[in-house]
């Protein structure tokens, strides 16, 4: 039985080549963006991971401290003092970026200088060394690199290599060449503990505690372990790095709005194929009332339809999965320059993981046998009788008002939720809405028509045709329900998206105008992961502020923290410098009390992002992890300024900096010059200065605003491009449909031509319903597209980006006319076909 349906089923798909093409489209486009998005996603972990973070070597055990800062060196003396530790040895890595160009055309981005003590380092494994020796404990500008990166700088033993650090940029003899580097990520270069920690003005500080155990038992290492973790106490990661947790977070938050275009996708694609069994059952029914006569059973007939999703849903999924790889391919190309400029982060090969292969087949040939369930389940009902009657259209059934009902109360319950502008109601109340709207669709289906059709009517479809398209559609409301929900899902889509982008694009301008609107930025390679910056010390400022006609210079210093067991950026400033050259958008607090408590006491402001996943309020004590212990900050206020928008920041001065975290080293200065000042001899005498210290940039305050306006309106196009993809099932819908319904009336449209309808009449009544179906799915998307898009800005709110709603009126003309442009596109093959029917045939058509 079986196989005598799996044979029915592909000679019926392949009967119906055009409308089984139409159909694997829709499922096509929706595995397509589910497949693409999760592959680019971990793409961009991937290359942070590899680019950002250095490996720590293969021992037993490594420790570091949990904010990723330097240490006293005295830990290492404790650790080693321990029963069951062999050997142990500290270091102070830290990675290094290149600016564009300091190499050349060499290509590198960043490099991993590591500071070691040679005797200690080779007790815990083999450093070997292919030209040239391994380091010295008395060596202090010598150092050590890999062939590879020898070969690409073209330089030998002997040889000076150049690298900015805190001193500026300084000149390191290369005494040895290891062997090339065959792991992926930064090339790291070793010189002696001392030397790094005077580059890096840390003087007996180390960030890194490798250790290798004098037992192989499990038992024994974890009860060594443990006593490790009993002396170091709770602010001492054992096992891993933990640098960087920050930025993995807001590329998670990302992978969350990526995953919601490609269920939406999948959505949309789910009410394309019901829509197109539910038509298939309705044509079918000769046949079905045939084959129930003959003594096919319900569960024959059940088994052929979902015998049909499976093989539509398997071909779709895979076409899918396919253009979805070369689509995520394009698109990393696309995002790499930016991420390499913006971020300094080189993006690497697409990322394929074997669960989302299994996933997004899962979901696609899933979402297939759900939709086709309902009609399967329809047509096993089908009496042979009934089903050998004519089709005299849909009657309303009760159930139909009986869910028309039950939808009213959702939009109704969904609005009052609106009102409370909670978005723990909101958010679900979004989904009522947009659920509330297709249950209530059906029985508007009349009235919609009846006001788009008299509309049609005055402007094109005369001589009878605009109230014959009419008629078509209210004998199938089901139908043209289904379909104006496809397309109101795809133009929802739209004014959603066209809300939550313009109101970013005016908060986020705003904030960058407010936050770096200084005359002139001296910016390290990378804004925003500061951690692998290198700044320069306290001297560079004042040599900046000693030139004429600067008025106002600002700096900025970081160190890596954490509060309530959440990762946090700490960027220190001058409280009463700072407000002279920027301000932060604040969500609580004022300007006014804020930047004078960071001045009088251990106080902290907060960005949204922070504020939201740490739990905090204005007013409350938090608890900062530093190097010299556990400390109390008060939250004086909750803002955020452009650059750490994404990323978890908190504001204190400079001074409690350096007494919790021993820091002075500026990464990112702002300089404003008087009114009537030579701007040309500033620039070239700030130029001069900053030639010491070829890790920063001097940039105008203006061109990096214009700069990263550019950037934003890239991200727009891509997001656009994506939307595009998104709203395209909703063309295929209405084309499905309409195809459908000329397939259906082909003997009504033969008896029309018969009495005298013109190819042009029947063309123009296919291209009116298009345009009903059009009007109706406008209507709907319009609505659901407003509640969508608040909920989506009222999220970023909750979520820690605070913007203000603007409502979309250019995403409403858009979605308006995407939706008219479609309809007249799905209309064109429906209306030729039918335009085009042999009258003789069409009437004999049974």
């Known amino acids: 039985m079986v196989t005598f349906q799996i044979s029915l089923a592909g000679r019926y798909l392949w009967g119906r080549k055009l409308r089984t093409f139409l159909t694997t489209l829709a499922i096509v486009f929706a595995t397509l963006l589910i497949f693409t998005m999760n592959s680019m996603l971990p793409t961009m972990l991937e290359a942070f991971q590899v680019n950002m973070l250095a490996a720590s070597g293969k021992v037993d055990l490594t420790i570091t401290h949990t904010t990723g800062e330097a240490f006293s060196r005295k830990k290492l003396n404790l650790v080693k003092t321990l029963p069951g530790v062999r050997t142990s040895a500290g270091s102070l890595s830290r990675i290094i970026n290149i600016p564009d160009g300091y190499y050349g055309d060499a290509g590198i981005t960043a490099l991993t200088l590591t500071g070691i003590d040679p005797k200690a380092a080779l007790s815990l494994r083999p450093y070997p060394v292919k030209v040239g020796r391994f380091l010295r404990a008395s060596d202090e500008y010598e150092i050590v690199i890999s062939t590879s990166l020898a070969e690409n700088l073209d330089i030998v033993v002997g040889d000076e290599l150049h690298l900015p650090t805190a001193e500026g940029g300084v000149s390191l003899e290369v005494v040895g060449l290891q062997p090339a580097c065959t792991m992926p990520g930064n090339e790291e270069l070793l010189i002696t503990l001392y030397e790094a920690q005077k580059l890096f003005d840390l003087p007996e500080r180390i960030n890194t505690i490798e250790v290798n155990f004098n037992t192989v038992d499990d038992d024994q290492r974890a009860a060594i372990q443990t006593n490790i973790e009993n002396i170091l106490g709770d602010d001492y990661t054992l096992g891993g790095l933990s640098s960087g947790s920050e930025m993995l977070s807001s590329l998670q938050m990302a992978q969350g709005v990526f995953n919601l275009f490609g269920f939406l996708a999948l959505f949309m694609g789910g009410f394309i194929i019901f829509n197109t069994f539910r038509t298939i059952i309705a044509e079918r029914r000769h046949d079905i009332g045939m084959l129930r006569s003959i003594g096919a059973s319900r569960g024959t007939i059940r088994g052929l339809i979902l015998i049909e999703s499976i093989l539509l849903g398997t071909l779709g999924s895979l076409i899918g999965m396919g253009f979805g790889y070369l689509l995520a391919v394009n698109a990393v190309k696309f995002i790499g320059p930016i991420m390499a400029d913006f971020m300094h982060i080189e993006m690497g090969t697409i990322v394929i993981q074997p669960s989302l292969v299994i996933i997004t087949l899962a979901l696609g040939i899933g979402v297939t046998l ?144 407010r936050s770096l609107g200084s005359d002139y930025l001296i910016m390290p390679p990378a804004v925003g992961v500061w951690k692998s910056n290198v700044g320069a010390r306290q001297d560079l400022a004042d040599r900046l502020r000693s030139i004429s006609g600067v008025d106002v210079v600002s700096t900025m210093r970081y160190a890596a923290s954490s509060a309530n067991n959440v990762p946090v950026s700490l960027l220190a400033i001058d409280p009463e410098v700072y407000p002279e050259v920027a301000s932060l958008s604040f969500q609580e607090g004022t300007e006014m009390n804020a930047f004078p408590a960071l001045a009088a006491e251990p106080a902290l402001i907060a960005n949204g992002i922070f504020a939201s996943q740490a739990g905090l309020a204005l007013g409350d004590i ?96 891509f997001y656009f491009f994506l939307l595009g993809i998104l709203v395209l099932p909703s063309l295929v819908a209405m084309l499905n449909t309409l195809a459908i319904g000329v397939i259906e009336r082909t003997r009504e449209i033969g008896m029309l031509r018969a009495i005298g309808a013109t190819r042009r009449q029947v063309s123009r009544t296919i291209l009116t319903e298009a345009l009903l179906l059009g009007g109706i799915g406008i ?33 409403m003309l858009s979605a308006a006319a995407i939706g008219i442009i479609f309809s007249i596109l799905a209309a064109l093959l429906p209306s030729r076909q039918a335009a085009r029917m042999d009258i003789i045939r069409a009437i004999r058509q049974e």
């Open 370 to 513: 759900l939709s086709g369930l309902l009609p399967a389940i329809g047509a096993s009902r089908v009496s042979p009788l009934e089903a050998m009657r004519p089709v005299v259209g849909e009657a309303r059934s009760r159930r139909t008002l009986i869910w028309a009902i039950v939808g009213f109360l959702m939009i109704a319950l969904s609005l009052v939720w609106l009102r409370t502008g909670d978005v723990n109601r909101v958010a679900p109340g979004g989904f009522l809405f947009l659920i509330g709207l297709i249950l209530i669709a059906p029985v508007l289906v009349k009235p919609i028509t009846s006001v788009f059709g008299g509309l049609i009517g005055v402007i094109y479809a005369r001589q009878g045709t605009g109230m014959l398209a009419q008629s078509n559609l209210k004998r199938q409301p089901g139908r043209a329900a289904i379909t104006a929900s496809a397309t109101m899902i795809g133009l929802a889509v739209i004014v959603a998206m066209g809300g939550l982008i313009w109101s970013i694009s005016g908060g986020f301008l705003d904030l960058l105008q």
């Open 622 to 717: 938090v608890r900062l992890s530093t190097p010299t212990g556990q400390k109390n900050y008060r939250i004086a206020g909750i803002a955020g300024d452009y650059i750490n928008a994404k990323i978890n920041t908190a504001y204190i001065s400079q001074d409690n900096l350096y007494q919790d975290f021993r820091k002075n080293e500026d990464i990112f200065i702002q300089v404003n010059i008087s009114p009537n000042a030579d701007r040309t001899s500033i620039e070239e005498r700030m130029q001069a200065m900053l030639d010491d210290y070829p890790q920063f940039q001097l940039l105008s305050g203006q061109s990096f605003i214009d700069e990263n306006k550019q950037l934003f309106d890239s991200i727009f196009v």
């Open 779 to 811: 209507a709907f998307g319009l609505l659901a597209g407003l509640y969508m898009g608040y909920v989506f800005v009222l999220g970023l709110g909750v979520g820690g980006f605070p913007v203000e709603y603007s409502f979309p009126f250019v995403g």
